[in-house]
């Protein structure tokens, strides 16, 4: 059983059309959630971590938020170079290292 | 800062050759980990180390995957025997405190088993 979940596996975006990707896990007692932006041929590139309910942070065009099941990778106005996979992760309990999820491949056309 | 470097980037080999990739983590990182990513199952933890000692090492597949530390700044892994199956980018990440500190990645290994 998967416990980290991303949707949409594909986003295809017009460039300023913003729209949100979804991550949700099923680990109890969260320890953090961590997003990550990967370009081809590139490691995975950490953007944000959250670690309560309610919590946002923000980063030029994207916000994440969190809530206790999920969270949401919010893109305003996208641009062509926002083009990537964005991965989300969790740690399954107390130290252990991240499980991450398949991610979501968003493009956005010019 | 030159974060974590992986070499080689590319490797191609036969069937039954041995392959060993390897890593430097971030001076002054204490974790270190092996991932593999596919297509069909994402990232997928192999190993992961603290100060040097391997922790767990449940995620490598087979007998024939191996991973060394043998000091703060070096660490390998190993495939012997390499099969067709074993194809995927391999990379590795450090860390300054495991579990709820960010992971760096290196830009990985893509292997291909012929």
């Known amino acids: 059983e998967d416990q980290v979940t991303q949707s949409p596996e594909a986003l295809r975006l017009q460039e300023g059309e913003s729209s949100s990707l979804n991550c949700s896990y099923t680990v109890s007692g969260l320890r953090g959630l961590f997003w990550y932006r990967q370009d081809p041929g590139k490691g995975p590139e950490f953007l944000f971590t959250l670690y309560s309910a309610g919590e946002e942070k923000e980063k030029e065009r994207l916000k994440a938020t969190l809530t206790k099941k999920e969270s949401f990778l919010h893109i305003t106005a996208p641009k062509p170079e926002d083009s990537a996979t964005y991965l989300c992760a969790v740690p399954l309990s107390g130290n252990t290292p991240l499980v991450f999820g398949k991610g979501t491949r968003l493009s956005v056309i010019a | 800062d030159a974060g974590v470097i992986q070499s080689p980037r590319h490797e191609v080999t036969e069937m039954g050759q041995e392959v060993t990739l390897r890593c430097k983590p971030i001076?002054?990182?204490?974790?270190l980990f092996w991932y593999r990513q596919t297509m069909m199952r994402g990232l997928e933890l192999l190993i992961y180390?603290?100060?040097?000692?391997?922790?767990?090492d449940s995620g490598m597949p087979e007998d024939r995957f191996s991973a060394k530390m043998p000091n703060a700044s070096f660490s390998t892994l190993k495939i012997q025997p390499s099969e067709p199956r074993d194809s995927a980018v391999y990379f590795c990440?450090?860390?300054?405190?495991?579990?709820?500190?960010?992971?760096?990645f290196g830009n990985g290994t893509r292997l291909t088993v012929t």
């Open positions: 180390f603290n100060n040097n000692v391997p922790i767990d």
């Open positions: 001076s002054g990182h204490n974790s």
């Open positions: 990440a450090s860390s300054n405190r495991q579990g709820q500190s960010p992971l760096h």
